[in-house]
């Protein structure tokens, strides 16, 4: 990811703050012409995934829903969809069992 940023930003980036735990990076900072890009991994902080956090906080908001991951390819990003992507663009074989369940509704 690191040397993506920079090869992407060439001279105009800043050698990034970063803040290791390990070999797992925390948080990383680029600053890159006039902005600011932070990068920071919430489950370092916070040990429970994202489609948790509204209930854990008391917080009414729309539901997280599921994303297409492997969709994300540049041949599909000018491509306009009638429907959703087929099942294994999301890849459901990876997901935990009660997810997956979830998913298949």
Do not use: C, W
């Not at 294994?88 to 998913?103: G, S």
């Amino acid at each position: 990811m690191l040397a993506e940023l920079v090869r992407q930003a060439g001279i105009h980036v800043t050698d990034p703050k970063v803040i290791l735990n390990g070999m797992t990076i925390i948080t990383a900072e680029f600053k890159y012409k006039k902005q600011k890009l932070h990068f920071r991994d919430s489950m370092q902080f916070l040990k429970m995934g994202l489609a948790k956090m509204p209930e854990a906080f008391e917080l009414t908001v729309e539901v997280k829903g599921f994303v297409p991951h492997l969709y994300n390819h540049p041949d599909n990003y000018d491509r306009v969809l009638d429907t959703l992507p087929n099942k294994e663009y999301y890849i459901p074989e990876f997901m935990r069992p009660d997810v997956r369940e979830e998913f298949e509704e």
